[in-house]
């Protein structure tokens, strides 16, 4: 290296030297502490000067609660809710001791220590307000008190901080039992009920005072989550989550030596008594109201939010069409029954949901008879079984995978397989050898054939061809809720848990060219200190336009020439699937024309709605099938709502026809000649108990899936359709899986 190199390499370093000691002397030890120490005296002076600056403020709307509005989407009123506050206020020492303890051990263990608030959960809270992430726990019991008596719930940092200097100052003012009086009493519990003893009321019908630990426990529970952790229309997992809350209260009132091991060991979890609707939610008005505000609280608006009231909800629901509906239910089904004389009838529920399938928007909904006498909705209940209904999804998923038969033949409404009942399935690790409507047998019949006829041994076959994997993929693809839905040859009579809500999002998907449809109910929520926009649906392709349009053309022949046929009119384009669940105990119509996609179910409801019971014998017309009063409310609908003149057509693009190759031997298995009435007319009293057993090992070879060129018939002659529809009694039942559950 050169001089002249050195001399540069020197600067070089000297510069980096400079740089470094530069940096050094900027970010010292002692400028750092001062820096953070600076900034921690600002805020502590801004906290200050807002601890001044905010003084407590009189009591807010929820206090004085308002009434909230809910409108048709023509803007005309619907309901008008919370008049009056369903509040009366307890001195605290009315309220046991232990039932005190519990509401202090599920919200804040040390309120009794503390200061009023908690920093941690405060800064948690505007932290995920500031991310977007909604409003989160953590709050003081005094926190709480302060937000639901002299503020409002609005996820805001301007609310938060607030919230925290009046709880401070409210802890210096309020001696801790006249906070926790005041906690209690203006808490939302659910159930319309404000306050401890509207609670009582609700939940349990005894005053405040009569409380045991166990009840204490459970409504210090509910205000975690009222909508959620309600055990009359709780889910599964709402029910599991308010018992581990329950468990919890009572193992800190251990824990903080306000309650025994020993008499902890004792208590057991008290259910809560069914609701009473309130006064003016007779009717469907009821039903309505109850699926706006479930939706309400998917989108941020909870039941404490909405009960203070001063809300206008504007629902997708068109009045016309509303009328229509129930008017079709009371013509084409109540009318018929004799509730009070016939045991049958007094078991039947009928529900239903229409949809505009372009949009989603549920433009009518039927949850019941009356949401005073039955306040389960029939429209959203996931209990029963969709049944046929679910056989054009498998169609679906065998076109959307470009399935083949066993002999390798892509699957289309050509295809050709054999119907013959008890067939038993093959190519499955899972024996399936399930029982067509009256046991009847067909034969070779056609894709298209079968579903008209919804023949139960064809789409056996199918889904195994397509595999149930993908069955399922496709049907959760569309919309089918994942309720009791083992991967299994048996699902594809729609064994599963469903509602007709589901199922409406199912079919007005179909009926989008594939394109997927949620349903919604809210169109919009406003408030004079905040306007909530309810989220749009994502709209993708759920399956190819194809694969939709082929099971379109499918459900026409369904209408047009076989069970769905109650529902054919010249004054729409209609296609449709029919399904009646094992043992008669659900009966559905599944349908759509271009502008509508409704699903009408009919469910034999007995002992208060814990047990599902047969449908046979319905208004003493034997059978209740999908094909029957389903079809017919259906008909009676559309065709008020289309305003009776002649609808669009469906416009289908690229339907897939299927491979029709030459036919090899048919089944040995003779076909049994259909009975020439109408409707078969099956037994008066349906079997209760299937075969607990598959056949594993026939004694005749099971016939191969057989594709017969269409122009060319088959060696034997085909059966004609039926117009009935069942789903028989199915042959596979490990795990309990292939019949109807009760």
Known sequence: MGRADARRAQAQESRRAAKSGGIRRLFTWKKLLGTFFGIVLLGMGAFGALYLYVDVPAANAMAERQSNVYKYSDGTVLA?????????????????????????????????????????GTTRGVLNTL????????STITQQYVKNYYLTQAPTVSRKLQELVISLKIDQQMSKD??????INTAYYGRGASGIQAAAQAYYGIDAKDLNVSQGAYLASLLQAPSQYDWATATDTGKKLVKERWAYTLRNMVEMDWLTESEKAKLTFAKPQKPKPAAGMEGQTGYLVEAANKELEKQGVSAADREAGGWTFTLTVDKKRQQALEKAVDDQLESKLDREGNKVDATVQAGAT????????????????????????????????????????????????ESETQDGSLIGLNTVYDGTSKRPVVGSDTPFAPQNQDDRSYGPISVQKA??????????????????????????????????????????????????????????????????????????AEHRDRTVNPEKPKREQAISRASADTVTKALTGVVDAGSGGAANSPAYDAAAKTGTSENNKSAWFAGYTPELTTVVALFGEGDGGRKQV??????????????????????DYTLGALDGGPGKTFDLQDVERGEVPAPPTPSDTPSEEPSESEEPTPSDTPSQTPSETPSETPTTPAPPTISPPATTPPTSPEIPPLPGDDDGQPGERPGGNGAAQQ
Do not use: C
């Open 131 to 138: 991310s977007g992430k909604g409003k989160q726990g953590g």
């Open 451 to 524: 579903m008209n006829s919804s023949v139960n041994s064809v789409f056996a076959q199918m889904i195994v061809d397509v595999t149930p994997a993908k069955a399922k993929e496709t049907a959760l693809a569309l919309g089918v809720p994942d309720k009791n839905f083992p991967e299994r040859p048996a699902v594809t009579l729609g064994t599963m848990n469903a509602s007709t809500w589901d199922m409406a999002g199912v079919y007005a998907t179909l009926d989008n060219h594939g394109q997927k449809v949620t349903p919604h109910i809210l169109q919009s």
């Open 178 to 183: 006249q906070i926790l009086a005041g906690y």
């Open 80 to 120: 008008r809710t919370g008049k009056g506050v369903n509040r009366q206020i307890v001195d605290l020492d009315e309220v046991p001791k232990k039932v005190q303890h519990a509401f202090v051990a599920a919200e804040n263990k040390t309120f009794y220590k503390d200061q009023g608030v908690d920093l941690k």
């Open 354 to 401: 229409s949809v505009d399938p372009k949009t989603g928007k549920v433009v009518a909904l039927y949850g019941g008879e009356d949401y005073i006498k039955h306040y389960i909705s029939n429209a959203t209940r996931q209990d029963y079984q969709p049944a046929s209904t679910f056989k054009p999804l498998v169609l679906a998923s065998a076109l959307e995978n």
């Open 614 to 635: 047969s449908l046979t014998g319905t208004a003493n017309s034997g059978r209740a099938s999908g094909s029957g009063f389903p079809a017919r409310i259906w008909a």
